[in-house]
């Protein structure tokens, strides 16, 4: 059966991604940690819509439970026919200054898991002929980012990434898609311990001026 994989479903713009997929009659499959959060958002969506969710929990910045889920979808003859790498987080701080653990998980999670997954199930739509990979970049992907400097290379990256592995798909049946969307209200602003935007404010005013 056909499903589209949803990274990071739990919250925010995964969510309202997964919803939306529902309600265009897709089934679903949504990762990402927290268990209770899944259940639900897979029992109202089967409830509204005529659809199967499959729940996986999983932590994405490991390596492991990233083949654990790409096991799992071929052992159980899943088609991933969608593939929306959305799950990831910022962090505000100054780089040097920051904690080591929680940068290097940044880029597991936001560059190396998108990367894995792209990998693995870009080579089965390859095969197939056909299949869309959406890659949540942001607006962060078009500047440098003081104070959140990995976050906005991370995205960055992504944003090239998609870009080019786009072109080299080209006639495959395959697409890449990169979305860059602008500051969102969700769990995110939380997650980053964002205390540094006024700072950052104050840095693209001064930044402004100069390019004036
Ligand atoms: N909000 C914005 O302003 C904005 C702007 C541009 C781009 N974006 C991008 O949009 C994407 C979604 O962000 P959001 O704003 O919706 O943030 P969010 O509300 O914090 O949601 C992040 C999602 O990622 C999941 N996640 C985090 N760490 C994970 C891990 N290790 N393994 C598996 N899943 C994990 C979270 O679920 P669990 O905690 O349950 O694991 C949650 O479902 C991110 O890639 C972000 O960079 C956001």
């Given at each position: ?211 004036n």
């Amino acid at each position: 059966m056909a499903y589209t994989l949803v990274t990071g479903a739990s919250g925010g713009i995964g969510m309202e991604l997964a919803k939306e997929f529902a309600r265009n009659g897709h089934n679903l499959i949504i990762a990402a940690r927290t268990s209770d959060k899944l259940e639900m958002l897979k029992t109202d969506l089967e409830k509204k819509h005529n659809i199967e969710v499959e729940v996986f929990v999983a932590d994405l910045s490991c390596e492991e439970e990233r083949n654990r889920l790409y096991s799992y979808t071929q052992s159980h003859n899943m088609e991933v026919e969608i593939l929306v790498n959305n799950a990831g987080f910022g962090d505000s701080n100054a780089f040097l200054d920051a904690a080591w653990e929680r940068q290097r998980n940044m880029v597991e999670l936001n560059n190396l898991a998108l990367m894995h997954l792209t990998y693995l199930y870009g080579n089965e739509m390859k095969k197939r002929g056909c299949g869309k990979i959406l890659n949540l970049s942001s607006v962060a992907a078009f500047s440098a980012g003081p104070y959140m400097s990995i976050y906005y290379a991370s995205k960055g990256f992504v944003l090239s990434f998609s870009e080019a592995i786009h072109e080299e798909l080209k006639g495959s049946g395959v697409t890449v898609t990169a979305l860059c969307p602008g500051p969102t209200a969700t769990g995110f602003e939380k997650n980053a311990e964002m205390k540094n935007t006024k700072t950052t404010r104050k840095f693209a005013r001064k930044l402004a001026r100069k390019l004036n």
